[in-house]
């Protein structure tokens, strides 16, 4: 039984601490989770930012790609007018009077020639509101002549090119995916992104999304257009490195250069109604538009930039033969502006971000929890979300920890607690079981030998062995007394087997408890006597009471049947039985002068089954059922019993009865 217990224990601790190992695998792959989780939300948000920033610029670019060519220039001859006009009205281009249009900052044209045309050619520079337009208009015309020019015509001159994507210095494309170390150029210089990352590429200016235009245009509006806009020398920007700004035109330059310039305009448009009239030409031109290319020009304070240098998006206009270039420079402060409204505008609970191109470049990288970088083909732009509490993961696995742990020292307590019980259940299973042998060894033994005594004493009267009067007497009265010795044994069993199986029934009656001992001394006098004691009563005054007598008289016999057993070797062989009274119980002591008990059996003796020493070696007869007995009947009184010392030795069993009238 014991081999069996110890494989079942063992089985049980390998499950347990398999079940511990796999709760806590589940907690480390629980942490994961949630990092993946807070991941895929800062790769969501990424994302949402990339579409929204895309879906800007998309529209951007298709506004500007569908802008009519005349929109660069400062003068312009509508669409609807009629062919028969003798004099074509002339409007101001719509992007007059101001430099900034959404993302795209000082519109330009570049002719065949390397003349620049603006939409802001004729700002006055002594009106008050136009003043510093005036000087921003100057500043972006010289931007574009010194600084665009000498890149576009480093190979051939501009009016033959056609392929501006090999133009200036442009950010090769490359596939990425989120790793542990990106690579992001801004510019000619290259920094490295370390820890979790993604780069998400926006195609707006991608030629592939945008489509060549093709568009007609009477003949007779395009010569308008351009015999409108012919520029003298005085209004081009000064070339670099003269002494006078552009700044310090007057306003009576600018009055003569205004005049000359109706006169040129008139004098075109007598000479082109004559051409008209004269040739057979045809009624419309064919206006190709090319999409967008951008182009990074690096300056020298290119540290101002997030992107390396000045990005211009250019597009090539061709009408005939006449080849253009028209763009502009893309506004980088409000295309952050749009990056950190999206920011704003999808950023979740919990999160926040920055742009350190913009604001701090020695952001540490610890606080940082993700890092988009947005590839918009020209330059990167870094945008860097961090977790407003960096530790709510941890906090939120400590928790989990906690509840895991204190579930697993409960089941350990009960595991525990459950094999502590099995083995101690298995343990007094054993032991009763030991006992039963024992009690079932000591019933045969106690049966046997007074059926012996009898079956000889019997026999030796039926044979007329005996002749003596006394001899009779003699044996029929170790008859009687083997009988009773037999009969309290019998009791006892069937007393304590209606116990075991809830049987037994009491009879309370009133009466007098002093009478109910005194009957039972009388009757075991002549046991006590054959094992050489006298029995001395000392009764109380205990009065009426209410008690069961066949209880009170197997308390009585039991414990004198004890004290005559295990007190044999006693040299003073007086047993005394008193009775008395207190106030709440009717004491009944009987007090040998024998061995007495020691401390640590007075409460297993009146275990049942329970007897000193090894069945095996064992002197004293007895079942092991009279003291379980005892203890019985008190309880079934209300009361107890207990074990005292005797002087100068010996024990008292003490019985206490409740007292009930």
């Not at 949402?48 to 060519?69: C, M, S, W």
């Not at 004269?278 to 930039?305: K, L």
């Not at 240098?309 to 893309?330: A, N, P, T, W």
Request: charged share 25%; hydrophobic share 40%; with cysteine.
């Amino acid at each position: 039984m014991y081999r069996r217990l110890i494989i079942l224990s063992v089985i049980i601790l390998m499950a347990l601490c398999g079940l511990i190992w796999l709760g806590y695998r589940s907690i480390q792959i629980r942490a994961q989770g949630l990092e993946g989780a807070r991941l895929g939300e800062f790769a969501a948000v990424a994302e949402q930012i990339r579409q929204n920033v895309k879906r800007k610029l998309d529209e951007f670019v298709q506004t500007e790609q569908n802008r009519p060519y005349t929109d660069y220039l400062y003068y312009y001859v509508p669409e609807n007018v009629v062919s028969s006009q003798q004099q074509m009205p002339i409007l101001r281009s719509p992007l007059a009077g101001r430099l900034e249009h959404g993302l795209a900052y000082g519109n330009f044209q570049i002719g065949p020639d390397g003349n620049i045309i603006t939409p802001n050619d004729f700002i006055e520079q002594d009106e008050s509101d136009s003043s510093e337009l005036y000087a921003e208009a100057i500043s972006n015309r010289k931007n574009v002549k010194e600084n665009l020019l000498p890149v576009l015509d480093r190979a051939v001159p501009v009016s033959f090119r056609t392929d501006i994507n090999n133009t200036g210095i442009k950010i090769s494309e490359q596939a990425r995916k989120t790793e542990d170390e990106i690579t992001i150029k801004t510019g000619q210089q290259s920094k490295a992104i370390k820890g979790r990352s993604m780069a998400l590429t926006i195609e707006s200016l991608k030629t592939q999304s945008q489509l060549t235009q093709v568009k007609a245009q009477r003949r007779s509006v395009f010569e308008r257009n351009i015999s409108s806009n012919v520029a003298t020398p005085s209004q081009q920007a000064p070339p670099p490195g003269t002494n006078q700004p552009e700044a310090q035109i007057t306003p009576q330059a600018e009055q003569l250069q205004r005049q000359n310039l109706q006169i040129q305009q008139s004098e075109a448009f007598q000479d082109n109604q004559q051409i008209s009239q004269q040739e057979n030409q045809v009624d419309t031109v064919e206006i190709r538009i090319e999409p967008f290319v951008s182009v990074v020009v690096p300056t020298e304070d290119d540290r101002q930039s997030v992107f390396g240098g000045q990005i211009f998006l250019l597009r090539h206009v061709q009408i005939e033969d006449k080849r253009f270039l028209q763009g502009f420079q893309l506004n980088e402060k409000k295309l952050i502006e749009e990056v950190a409204e999206s920011a704003d505008r999808f950023i979740r609970q919990g999160m926040s971000f920055e742009l350190p191109q913009t604001e701090n470049e020695n952001t540490e990288s610890d606080t940082i929890a993700y890092t988009a970088i947005l590839d918009f083909g020209f330059g990167d732009l870094i945008l860097n979300f961090k977790e407003i509490d960096p530790a709510w993961i941890g906090k939120q696995i400590n928790h989990l920890r906690y509840w895991y742990f204190s579930i697993i020292a409960v089941v350990l307590l009960a595991v525990t607690l459950g094999l502590a019980g099995l083995w101690r259940s298995a343990r007094e299973q054993i032991r009763l079981a030991q006992k039963k042998d024992d009690f079932i060894s000591a019933v045969s033994h106690e049966l046997r030998t007074p059926l012996t005594s009898i079956r000889m004493y019997s026999e030796m009267l039926e044979k007329n062995w005996v002749k003596s009067e006394d001899k009779f007497e003699e044996y029929y009265r170790n008859m009687r007394q083997e009988s009773e010795r037999l009969s309290r044994l019998i009791e006892n069993v069937l007393d304590f087997s209606r116990i075991q199986r809830g049987q037994k029934k009491y009879t309370f009656k009133a009466g007098d408890i002093n009478k109910c001992i005194a009957d039972v001394v009388e009757m075991m006098k002549p046991y006590a006597a054959q094992n050489g004691f006298s029995i001395k009563t000392e009764p109380g005054q205990l009065g009426q009471t209410v008690f069961d007598s066949d209880a009170v008289a197997q308390i009585v016999i039991n414990l004198l049947d004890n004290a005559i057993k295990y007190a044999s070797n006693a040299k003073e062989k007086i047993i005394i039985v008193r009775s008395r009274r207190d106030k709440q119980f009717i004491l009944i002591e009987i007090e040998d002068h024998g061995p007495g008990v020691p401390n640590r059996q007075r409460k297993k003796i009146f275990e049942q089954f329970y007897r000193f020493g090894a069945e095996a070696t064992r002197e004293t007869a007895g079942t092991g059922l009279g003291l379980a007995l005892v203890k019985k009947f008190a309880q079934a009184h209300n009361g107890y019993v207990e074990i005292l010392g005797a002087k100068p030795t010996g024990a008292i069993f003490k019985v206490a009865l409740a007292l009930k009238v």
